[in-house]
């Protein structure tokens, strides 16, 4: 069993910066593929990033790549979302996740709360 909180969502203006953290409990967290979903209001949820569990493979959504960066510390069983200049459609709510498959979207065994991020323009 794996529980997520996440924590570090706000309120930022347009072209700021915010830092998502998401802390794991759990001995299997080293084994799992991280990553961070998003959904806007009115809007699908979406996989901004993911990272591989050893933390040598990254993927990004085309929207977020080159201004998002995903790590993870599993001595800390902790991920990250360092997210840089962002933009009023950054605005959602973000969910961790991990997964037990190499990639995030063939399935997801466990979801965080949630941490609202509201960018103003």
């Known amino acids: 069993q794996v529980q997520l909180v996440e924590s570090g969502g706000g309120l930022v203006q347009a072209g700021g910066s915010l830092r998502l953290s998401c802390a794991a409990s759990?001995?299997?967290?080293?084994?799992?593929?991280m990553g961070w979903f998003r959904q806007a209001p009115g809007k699908e949820r979406e996989v901004a990033a993911a990272i591989s569990w050893n933390g040598r493979s990254t993927y990004y959504a085309d929207s977020v790549k080159g201004r998002f960066t995903i790590s993870r510390d599993n001595a800390k069983n902790t991920v990250y979302l360092q997210m840089n200049s962002l933009k009023a459609e950054d605005t959602a709510v973000y969910y961790c996740a991990a997964s037990p498959y190499g990639n995030l979207v063939a399935g997801v065994d466990y979801w965080g709360q949630g941490t609202q991020v509201t960018v103003s323009s």
């Open positions: 759990g001995r299997t967290f080293s084994s799992y593929t």
